[in-house]
Each structure stands twice: as C-alpha cells, then as structure tokens.
C-alpha cells in the first residue's frame, strides 16, 4: 500500500481572532476579570497558553479525553473551580473550533490524548517536556502517570490481570472505565506488537516533526540507512528510496534484497527529499564527521533499529569466534568495524548477555580502532565476561591517557576482583584524577585483599584527599576489616 507523507495539517493562523474571541468569552460570557491587573493576566498569560494547547491539539477539539484535560487545565493552572471550568472548556473548545475550523484529521477516539501522554511517560519523558510538547496541565499528567502506575502494580500483582479483573478491583473504581480499558490494551500491545517500544519512539519522532508517516515506514527507512551508512549523499539515498536503478545498485545489496529498494516508490522525487532535509534538520540523519557529502544515522535514530539489527550481527560475531578460520580475528572484527557506534555498543552489550568469553578476543582488536564510546564499551564487557584476554585488555587500559577509560577499568577490575589487579589498582590511588582514585580504592575492596588497609589508612589520614576518595576508602576499609577478621578466625 502507497503511503503519502507530508506535513499533518496544522490551523490557520488565527491567533488574532481566537484570542479576541477568548478575551470575549471570559469577560462578558462568564463575568470575567474586571481589575486592570486581572485583565492583563488574562490577556498575558491565559489566552496565549490556552491558544497555544488548542492549536498544538486542533485535532482533538471534539474529543471528550481532550475536553477532561482542559477543563483540569482551567482548574489546576488556572484555577477556576471546577463546576465553571467544566463549562468554560465546552465554550472554549467551540470558539476555538468556529475560529480555527474543523482538522481534516480529527479524532474523537476517547483514548487518543491519553495514547501520546503514556508514550512519552515510556519513552521517558519528563513532566515538564510532555508539558510543552503537549499544552497539557502538569497536575493532571501527574494524576494519569499516578494512575497508570496503580493499575500497572495491581495488574502484575494479580499476575498481568485481565481486562475484566482490572475492571471489578476495588481499588480502581475511581479510574473510570476507559481509562483502564485504555491502560490494559496498552500493556498488552508489549507482548502482541515485535519491538513495540521502539515503534512508540518512532511514533513520538513522527509527532514531533508533524508528519503523516507510518511508524514502521519510518524504521524501515532508517533500517536501510544502516547498511549503506557513509556510502550515500541524500541525492542517491533518493534515488534507492524511490527504486531509480542506479550504477551503484549493481549486484547484491540491501535494497536489491529487501523491501527497502523503492520503499518509497510512489512518492513523488520531491516529497521524498524534502523527508531527508527534514531529517537531517532534526538531526535524525546527519552527514557523517569525516565527509559532509555522506549520511549516517543519529544515536537517536541508531537506537530504533537496535532489536532489528543487532541479534545478526551477534549472531555472524560469535559464529566466526567460535570457527576454527585463521583468520576470524580479522573476520570478526569487520563485522564491527565502521558501522555506527550505538549499534556496535549494543553488539557489545548483547554478546555480554551471551556470556560467551571468547568474543573478548575480538574486542580487543577492536579497542584502538573504534570511537571511544565504543572503546568504553569494550572496557566494561571485559569486566563482565573475564578471562586471561580480558586481564591483559585491563591491564593495558589502567595506564590509558583517557581518565574516563581508567575509571571504567577500575570498575571493571573490581567488577572481575582479579587478584592480579592488586598492583595496577594500588598504583591508581596515586592518579592525578579523583575519581579514578575514589574507583580503585572501591574495587580494591572488591578484591577483599587485606594488605590493601595500610594504603586505605594513608588515604583516610590524607586531609587534602578528596572527600568522594576519602568515602570509597572509608568503605573499603570496612570490607576489608570483616574480611581480615573472617581469614584470622578460620
């Protein structure tokens, strides 16, 4: 099916008249301020942040989840009680429609506000952000993820609760029944929908550039990215959106393999490139470092496409490990090498939750040829994985020039409590930098080594150590004491 993207419509202009036509209704319809002070509050404050939600929300001005929120709109912010507010809402909201006119995308759906409120809660966004990006009151945002939060705990107290038991718990019949109607389909999309949290990223980027855009369309497309990643200018990314056979396309390849070769077919050329420049404006796809002719993906847009891409490139990782090839040192780190660094952490991340040790060994041909976020990465998985390649890696990273790689290797070591750290993590306490300092003496009790206490000692009679140092070897000190005692009673 042909999907169509372009800008959602937005209103007309109409500021003017809106706000005349609210100034109009507060104060002759509803007897509203009279004092100069009052008026100009009125004028300054009030209208401009009602106009404000009711352009960002033209779509759901007859939607009765919309016209709740207003109303507590009306009565937290603005403090209008709520008997009045409640028909004050139902006069704004037809202003606002007379003037503004009727969303050729209107939508009466009672769960539609509450949809984009729950998924910025789960993307993580803050109160104050979802305030801005949505108009909505903070008191009643508040209320909602309060609510969201008991019915999830009841929910999985009952053992992920159906519909209808939600619907007869005592606890919740103050919720209403869309509500919880609304927040068990939500949950249940987790397990029915593949990758659904990222599909709810997809969605909020959607919204936030005011595209109509299928959500999936848009992973597809940053999908496709990945694997041409610092090959394309947008001019022939274009191209292979829109299916153009170019000389670039000969032989196999992503596009000539997937649906993503003229994902984009029935778009005009135009719209197609337009999309681009809007997502490089947004810094969704950006022009790669070392050459501006080139595209690559975001952290932001990289970390959408992680459960897509990333099981194959464990999976070609650790085949070629586990191989018998001479040469899988080099083939397993060409597997990594060049592709975009979120993506690569996250390879890191899950052959760590593999747990298979011998992937260590392409980590560490990979750490002097990789971005230092990925080379952060590298440190932390040889803490978890262990084994003799990983204290050699350690070993070599303790003394790196990069105070942030030497924290995480004393992290790491403590993480292992390898006794072959003990000298490498007893000469970190002379480092220049606190809080490489302040990680050796924590790992150090890790290694519950009790020689480790005069150095303790040194650092807690030090009156110009640092207060953070001065804690870590506080502690350690009390592990190390426990473990002292527990080796002289046995």
């Excluded at 029944?177 to 599909?199: G, M, P, Q, S, W």
């Excluded at 990925?374 to 262990?386: R, S, T, Y």
Aim: charged share 25%.
């Amino acid at each position: 099916m042909a999907m169509d993207i372009k800008v959602q419509p937005r209103p007309v202009n109409g500021e003017g008249d809106l706000a005349l036509g609210l100034e109009k209704i507060f104060t002759e319809e509803w007897g509203g301020p009279k004092s100069a002070l009052a008026l100009a509050y009125l004028r300054d404050t009030v209208i401009p942040d009602l106009i404000y939600c009711l352009k960002k929300n033209w779509h759901f001005l007859d939607n009765p989840s919309f016209r709740e929120i207003l109303t507590a709109k009306l009565n937290t912010q603005f403090a209008y009680p709520p008997a009045f507010a409640e028909g004050l809402a139902g006069d704004i909201l037809a202003c606002a429609k007379g003037v503004l006119g009727v969303s050729p995308v209107a939508n009466n759906h009672p769960w539609q506000p509450w949809e984009i409120i729950l998924r910025m809660f789960t993307i993580g966004y803050r109160l104050p952000e979802i305030v801005r990006k949505t108009g909505y009151p903070e008191a009643y945002l508040d209320v909602f993820r309060k609510k969201y939060l008991k019915l999830q705990e009841i929910a999985e107290g009952l053992g992920n609760a159906s519909e209808e038991q939600l619907l007869a718990h005592r606890e919740l019949a103050g919720a209403g029944v869309h509500l919880i109607r609304f927040v068990a389909d939500f949950r249940n999309r987790f397990t029915v929908f593949k990758n659904y949290y990222e599909r709810l990223q997809a969605e909020q980027i959607i919204m936030d550039m005011e595209l109509e855009l299928d959500p999936d369309c848009l992973i597809k497309l940053f999908e496709g990215l990945f694997q041409v990643e610092k090959q394309l200018s947008p001019a022939r990314f274009a191209d292979i959106l829109k299916g153009a056979k170019t000389a670039w396309l000969t032989g196999e390849s992503y596009y000539t393999k997937t649906a993503g070769y003229g994902l984009l077919a029935d778009w005009p050329r135009k719209q197609i490139t337009t999309l681009l420049d809007r997502l490089l404006a947004s810094n969704l796809i950006i022009h790669d470092t070392g050459h501006d002719s080139v595209l690559s993906l975001s952290e932001q847009a990289a970390r959408l496409i992680v459960p897509l891409v990333v099981p194959a490139l464990a999976d070609e990782v650790q085949a070629i490990m586990r191989s018998k090839a001479r040469d899988k040192i080099s083939r397993s780190t060409a597997v990594l090498l060049g592709k975009n660094p979120e993506i690569t952490v996250h390879v890191i991340r899950e052959l760590v939750r593999r747990g298979d040790p011998a992937v260590v060994l392409c980590f560490k041909a990979l750490q002097r040829r990789v971005p230092k976020k990925v080379f952060l990465q590298i440190v932390w998985a040889c803490g978890q994985l262990g084994g003799k390649d990983a204290v050699n890696l350690l070993s070599k990273t303790i003394l790196d020039r990069d105070s942030l790689v030497r924290v995480r290797t004393c992290q790491a070591m403590g993480h292992m409590a390898d006794p072959s750290f003990y000298f490498a993590l007893i000469n970190a306490l002379e480092d220049p930098v606190a809080m490489v300092r302040e990680q050796a003496a924590l790992a150090l009790g890790r290694l519950k080594m009790p020689s480790a206490l005069k150095h303790m000692e040194r650092i807690l009679e030090n009156p110009a150590e640092e207060p953070q140092v001065q804690r870590a070897a506080r502690e350690t000190k009390t592990v190390l004491l426990k473990e002292k005692e527990l080796r002289e009673s046995e």
